[in-house]
C-alpha cells in the first residue's frame, strides 16, 4: 500500500502541475574529485596483507551535466568511475565454526566509467519534486550533507560492507523520487529497482525507502529513514533457482539527530537492519546488524581551518557470528584553500574482530582532498 500511494503522489503532482513555459534555460557541466595520498598498513591475523603500502587513489571522479528546459523541468546526469576501496580482509568463521571471508569492503578497484544519476526531474514546488530515473537515495545523501566529510570517508551505512554481503544501503538506485522540504521540514520518498545504481535490472517487485527530517530550531537536524525490499533479487531466474529457500525481505531503520550551525557539527547516526544483503535474500538463514556513528567537526571562525573526528561501532552479523564487531575512527584537521578545494590531514583506524579467528586491523594516515569545479 505504501508503494502504491508513492505512485499516485507522483502522477498526481505531475498531472497537476500548471502548463510552465519559458524558453530554454541553463546548461551546466561541472564535477567532483575525492584524491587522496596516503599511506596504508592492512593485517590479517599480525600478517600483512595487501592493500598496503603508499600511494594515490581517485576514489571517486564526478562529471556532471545539467540542463533547465523551463521553470519545472531539467535533467541531471552524473557519471562516476574509479573508486578502489582499501578494505580489512580476511578469514573468519560463522556460528557453525565453518571459516567465512570478512571483510569492510567488498568492491575490487574499477576504472570504468558508470553512470551515478540520470534522471529528469519536474519541480512543482518546493514541497514536490519528482524525478524519474537513478537519482540520489532518501537516506545516504542527507547523512553525508550533515557530516560534510564524505571525502574522507562514506558515512555509516555506506561504509560498513562487511563479510561480504555488501553494504547496507545504496546512496542512488533507478527509480522514481518524490521529496521536498520548507526548512522546518523535509522528505523523501523512493520507489526503486533495489540493486543500486549500478545495477538497473528489473525485479519483480520494487524496493522502498523513506526519510523525514525535522529542525525544530535553527542548527537542529533531526531524521529518521526506513527501507524494505528484495535488494533487486527478487527475479523469475533467482526464484527458479532457489525454489526449496525461503526468500527473505530486507529492512532497514535509520536515526539520526545532529547539531550544525556556527560552525560547529556534532550528531549521531544509528541503524538497525535485518536481512540486509543480496546473499541473505535467497536463503534459510536469517541475520540481523545494528551500529551507531558518531561524528564531530568544527571550523574556526576567521580561518580556513578546521577538525574533525568520527567513531563507527557496527555489529554486522548478530545472529550468524554474534562476537563479530568492526570499530573505527578517524580525527584530522582541515584546510579550505578556497571555495572548491578543500584538504584534510587526517589518520583512520579499523578493527574487526571476533571470539574465534577473526583479528583484521587497518590503519590509513595521509592527505586527502575534495575538488568541485
Not at 551535466?65 to 580482509?89: A, E, Y
Not at 560552525?263 to 544483503?277: C, K, M, P, S
Not at 584534510?344 to 587497518?362: G, P, S, V, Y
Amino acid at each position: 500500500m505504501r508503494k502504491l500511494n508513492l505512485i499516485s503522489l507522483a502522477v498526481a503532482a505531475a498531472l497537476a502541475a500548471p502548463l510552465a513555459h519559458a524558453d530554454a534555460g541553463d546548461t551546466t557541466l561541472g564535477g567532483v574529485m575525492f584524491v587522496d595520498f596516503t599511506s596504508v598498513n592492512n593485517q590479517n591475523n599480525g600478517t600483512d596483507v595487501d592493500p598496503n603500502g603508499i600511494g594515490l587513489d581517485v576514489k571517486r571522479a564526478y562529471l556532471i551535466f545539467g540542463h533547465q528546459f523551463d521553470d519545472v523541468w531539467s535533467v541531471n546526469v552524473t557519471t562516476d568511475f574509479n573508486f578502489p576501496k582499501l578494505s580489512v580482509t580476511g578469514t573468519g568463521t560463522d556460528s557453525t565454526g565453518a571459516p567465512v571471508s570478512v571483510s569492510s569492503s567488498g568492491n575490487a578497484p574499477e576504472t570504468q566509467v558508470f553512470i551515478k544519476k540520470a534522471y529528469v526531474q519536474g519541480k512543482f514546488s518546493d514541497m514536490t519534486v519528482l524525478r524519474l530515473g537513478a537519482s540520489d537515495m532518501p537516506w545516504i545523501p542527507y547523512a553525508e550533507g550533515i557530516y560534510g566529510y564524505r571525502f574522507v570517508e562514506n558515512t555509516l551505512i555506506d561504509r560498513s560492507e562487511i563479510g561480504g554481503i555488501g553494504s547496507f544501503g545504496n546512496s542512488s538506485d533507478w527509480g522514481v523520487n518524490l521529496s521536498g522540504g520548507s526548512g522546518v521540514f523535509g522528505y523523501s520518498a523512493a520507489l526503486v529497482n533495489g540493486g543500486g545504481y549500478k545495477n538497473p535490472t528489473r525485479s519483480k517487485t520494487m524496493d522502498f525507502e523513506g526519510r523525514v527530517n525535522f529542525m525544530p530550531v535553527d542548527g537542529l537536524n533531526i531524521a529518521v529513514g526506513y527501507y524494505t525490499g528484495e535488494l533487486g533479487q527478487d527475479t523469475e531466474a533467482n526464484e527458479t533457482a532457489n525454489a526449496a529457500v525461503s526468500k527473505n525481505t530486507a529492512t532497514r531503520t535509520d536515526a539520526l539527530i545532529a547539531w550544525k550551525a556556527s560552525g560547529l557539527t556534532a550528531g549521531l547516526e544509528y541503524f538497525t537492519a535485518d536481512d540486509f544483503g543480496s546473499k541473505l535474500i535467497f536463503t534459510n538463514t536469517e541475520d540481523k546488524a545494528d551500529g551507531y556513528s558518531v561524528f564531530a567537526s568544527y571550523d574556526f571562525p576567521d580561518t580556513q581551518w578546521g577538525v574533525f573526528g568520527r567513531y563507527d561501532n557496527v555489529k554486522p552479523r548478530k545472529d550468524t557470528n554474534s562476537s563479530l564487531q568492526d570499530k573505527y575512527y578517524n580525527v584530522g584537521v582541515s584546510l579550505k584553500s578556497n571555495k572548491n578545494i578543500t584538504w584534510a590531514f587526517a589518520w583512520k583506524n579499523e578493527k574487526l574482530t571476533d571470539d574465534a579467528t577473526t583479528d583484521l586491523k587497518f590503519d590509513e594516515f595521509g592527505v586527502w582532498a575534495q575538488i568541485k569545479f
